[in-house]
Structures are given as structure tokens and as C-alpha cells.
């Protein structure tokens, strides 16, 4: 892809915002937000064509905001380098990844997504196009474009940064019964520097696995969790492993960590026959998930079963003194297993919508159905977790149901500081404030 073909596509689309009038909201083809929407209606800018790699060099790659992360992959990979942090479901864009929140195992050294990207060009609500970058005129939207969820703008083309990478991972798998001792251990091995990428898996109480992952240019042998080894399976069955590094950054896709049971596709009759390697993975996934939204077949079998159920998917970021404790009330409380941990490093820049302090974080991954006999008020557990995050100073992404007050939805997530934001980009409110996107899920 060309850079005149990209500045043709912007110029074509400011002027399709600039014709229109009303609430916007965009078209396109993937999407991992996990939160019904309100409805209502908005006029649609279809922004499917702005997914191309411009450029890759040795230390950042250049796109248009709909590249997903699989096409980022594919194109750096041969010139010996990786996006520095890659998210873990192929259809992840990296525009989707700065105006959320993108994690990954090599986050305990470079930070979340948004902690990567150098410069970004965004679509306003009036039409215009700007440049943002740390320390230009418009150093105020860069900073707080993480976490907005379009509501500040749409990132048309992000430039991240890359690093080299090696043909293979070798992981190395150690196993932990004592919580304390997991992170006295995670914390130590974050210090010392002593592996690539690290993360962890919670399988239950009393099982917990720590996973340290080398670049390495050789490997006696690579296993492949693309089609009937299921990789989540593997962390507790064998001290040590190697895959190839475009394996390695896709280990979770396949099973969508673990959720793809929740579809069958862990079934292996099911898995050879009906999905096949083509079929398996968080594409075909989505899919699946959306249309099962739409239709409400689980929702009709839990009633008829007596079941009621609420979905519980989110990931929280708690500093790591406070992780044990985190785990200690989720297990009390919530209980859903697996669950997946992985650590974060220092926040080098202040971003606005999503504060953290100079410190090391964990990142509690946990996406399941929390079905009880009982009836509970609408986002019960939702609510237990958030209040408990928010005592430990933690903070939640926003990609999934929320159910805060708002007054403490703006306590938490600089409200005063967005909306002076929001009156300077988006001063006609054309597209949503943060609290209705991701609260009253506009």
C-alpha cells in the first residue's frame, strides 16, 4: 500500500463526515468489544478500507487504524521484527488497540499498547484530520486517545514500535501452589529482566503456572497448538516447550485461551470434523458469540434449566502488592476458572483515560458466565469486581460491561480532564461521551 493511496481514503472519508449531519459511528468488519449495544440511530462511516501496513521498519511499523494484528504479523516477521506489543486475537486492529487497552506478554517490558505508539493521524468529529504525537500541538488528544473508544476520534494511521524477534520461543513453565509465593516470584523475575515475555495461568485454587518465554535462533523440536494439541492444555503438562515466534504470539488465538469449550470446539470429534484448522480460532469465534447475542439461544436454555447467569468477562490491572489479594476475593466471590495473569511495566508516558502509577501491575484476564440458582440485580458480580479494583488502586478496561455510577466512572477515569478534552475535539457531540459508549453502551 502506498502513502498517496492512504491520503486519497483519508480525504474521501473527512469529506463523507463533513457532508453528514448527527451522531456517528463507524462500519467495519471486526470488532472485540464483548458489550451488547443500545441501538439508535447513527450514520455510518465505513472505514473497512483502511487496512494496510504502510510501511516496516527496523524499529517501528506504520498502518491504517483497521489493520488487524495477523496482517501486522505477517508483514514484519520477514523483515525480523514484531509489533513490541501483540495482543492476543488476530482480529485485534491496532487502531482498536490504542483507542482500548492491548496487552500482551512482552507488556512487562514495553508497557500496554498504547504505551508503543509514536504518532497517530485521527479523524475529528468535524471533519478534520489531525497528527497527534507526545509532544506536538495536539499532545493532549495523543495522551488521552487510549481508552476513548472512539469518542474522541477514530485513529485512521498508527506508527508503533517494533522489535527484533528470533525464529523460536522456548518456554519454560513452572508450577505454584502458594499465591504469595507466585508473585514474590513473578515480582523478582520482573526486576531481574529475565525472560522475553512472561505470563501466567490460574487453573484453579492451589494451581497456579508461571510462563517465561526466550527468543532463541534454534529449537530441538516445535509443537504445534494450531489444530488438535490445545496449547492451555500443555502449560501444566510439560516443564518446557518451543514454538516458532508467529506460533508463540498466536498460541491463545486457537482456542480463544480457553473459551472455545464453550462452543465445542474442544470436542476432538467436533474439532477435526465441523471446525478444522482453518475453522478454529477468535474469527470464527466471534462470530459464533455474536450471532448466539442476537438469537438468545443460551439465554432461553438457562431459563428453562432455572439458571440465571451473567456474563463476567473482563480484565482488571491491580499494582502487584496488591495481586494475592486480588485473587484471595476472586475466588471467594467469582470463581471462574481459568484465569490468565500477566504482568505490566512502567507507564513511561501519563496517559489521561487510563491512569497508572510508575509501578508493576498484573493483568487478571477472566471471561466465562457466572450462572447461578439465585436471582441477582443486573451486573451483580461486575460490581463486586469493580469495587474491589478500585479499593486495591487498580483500573479496569473498558472493553466489556460496566456498570459504574457516574460520578465514580468519572472519578476514576480523569472526568474532568475529559471533558475539557472532549470540547475541543468534539464540540458538536457527535460521537458519544466515554460513560454513555461504555456504560450505557451507546
Same mark, same amino acid.
Given at each position: ?29 471486526? #470488532? ?50 514484531? /509489533? ?36 497517530? &493521524?485521527? =479523524? ?29 476520534? $477514530? ?19 513452572? *508450577?505454584?501452589?502458594? /499465591? ?15 525472560? &522475553? ?26 509443537? &504445534?497448538?494450531?489444530? +488438535? ?7 501444566? +503438562? ?34 477435526? =470434523? ?6 478454529? %480460532? ?10 448466539? #447475542? ?66 508493576? $501491575? ?11 440458582? +439465585? *436471582?441477582?440485580?443486573? %451486573? ?20 466489556? &460491561? #460496566? ?8 472519578? =476514576? $477515569?480523569?472526568? *474532568? ?10 464540540? #458538536? ?10 456504560? =450505557?453502551?451507546?
Amino acid at each position: 500500500m502506498t502513502r498517496a493511496g492512504y491520503e486519497k481514503k483519508k480525504e474521501s472519508l473527512a469529506a463523507q463526515l463533513r457532508a453528514g449531519q448527527g451522531p456517528v459511528a463507524l462500519q467495519k468488519d471486526t #470488532s472485540n468489544l464483548f458489550r451488547d449495544r443500545a441501538g439508535g440511530a447513527r450514520r455510518r462511516l465505513d472505514v473497512r478500507a483502511f487496512n494496510e501496513v504502510l510501511a516496516v521498519e527496523r524499529d517501528y511499523v506504520e498502518c491504517e487504524g483497521m489493520a488487524t494484528y495477523e496482517a501486522l504479523v505477517d508483514a514484519c516477521l520477514p523483515h525480523g521484527v514484531m /509489533p513490541a506489543v501483540v495482543p492476543q486475537l488476530k482480529t485485534i486492529t491496532l487502531g482498536g488497540a490504542l483507542a482500548g487497552v492491548g496487552i500482551e506478554s512482552s507488556s512487562h517490558r514495553h508497557g500496554l499498547v498504547h504505551d508503543t505508539v509514536l504518532e497517530c &493521524d485521527v =479523524l475529528l468529529a468535524d471533519g478534520r484530520i489531525v497528527t497527534a504525537t507526545p509532544a506536538n500541538e495536539h499532545a493532549e488528544l495523543f495522551h488521552a486517545f487510549p481508552n476513548s473508544y472512539g469518542t474522541l476520534g $477514530y485513529a485512521l494511521r498508527v506508527k508503533a514500535k517494533t522489535i527484533p524477534v528470533k525464529p523460536y520461543v522456548h518456554l519454560e513453565h513452572r *508450577a505454584f501452589s502458594d /499465591p504469595a509465593v507466585f508473585f514474590r516470584t513473578l515480582e523478582e523475575l520482573l526486576k531481574a529482566g529475565a525472560a &522475553d515475555f512472561v505470563d501466567g495461568v490460574v487453573f484453579e485454587p492451589g494451581k497456579l503456572f508461571l510462563t517465561l518465554g526466550h527468543f532463541t535462533d534454534r529449537a530441538p523440536y516445535t509443537s &504445534d497448538y494450531t489444530f +488438535e494439541k490445545i496449547y492451555y492444555r500443555s502449560i501444566a +503438562e510439560r516443564p518446557e516447550d518451543y514454538l516458532t515466534v508467529r506460533d508463540y504470539l498466536w498460541r491463545w488465538d486457537t482456542d480463544w485461551f480457553w473459551c472455545s469449550k464453550n462452543v465445542g470446539a474442544q470436542n476432538p470429534l467436533l474439532r477435526k =470434523l465441523v471446525y478444522g484448522r482453518e475453522r478454529l %480460532g477468535s474469527k470464527t469465534y466471534t462470530k459464533i458469540m455474536r450471532w448466539n #447475542s442476537a438469537a438468545g439461544v443460551t439465554k432461553r436454555l438457562e431459563r428453562v434449566l432455572g439458571l440465571h447467569s451473567e456474563s463476567v468477562i473482563q480484565d482488571v490491572d491491580i499494582p502487584i502488592q496488591r495481586a494475592a489479594e486480588f485473587l484471595s476475593f476472586y475466588e471467594e466471590n467469582i470463581a471462574l476458572w481459568p484465569q490468565w495473569i500477566c504482568p505490566i511495566g512502567f507507564q513511561r508516558r501519563p496517559f489521561t483515560l487510563y491512569p497508572m502509577r510508575s509501578d508493576w $501491575y498484573v493483568n487478571f484476564g477472566f471471561w466465562d458466565v457466572k450462572r447461578t440458582r +439465585e *436471582a441477582h440485580p443486573a %451486573g451483580h458480580f461486575n460490581r463486586l469486581i469493580e469495587r474491589k479494583v478500585a479499593e486495591l488502586g487498580g483500573i479496569k478496561s473498558l472493553y466489556s &460491561d #460496566s456498570f459504574f455510577p457516574q460520578e465514580e466512572f468519572g472519578r =476514576l $477515569y480523569a472526568g *474532568a480532564a475529559y471533558a475539557r478534552i472532549k470540547a475541543r475535539y468534539d464540540a #458538536s457531540g457527535a460521537f458519544p461521551t466515554l460513560y454513555e459508549k461504555c456504560v =450505557l453502551r451507546a
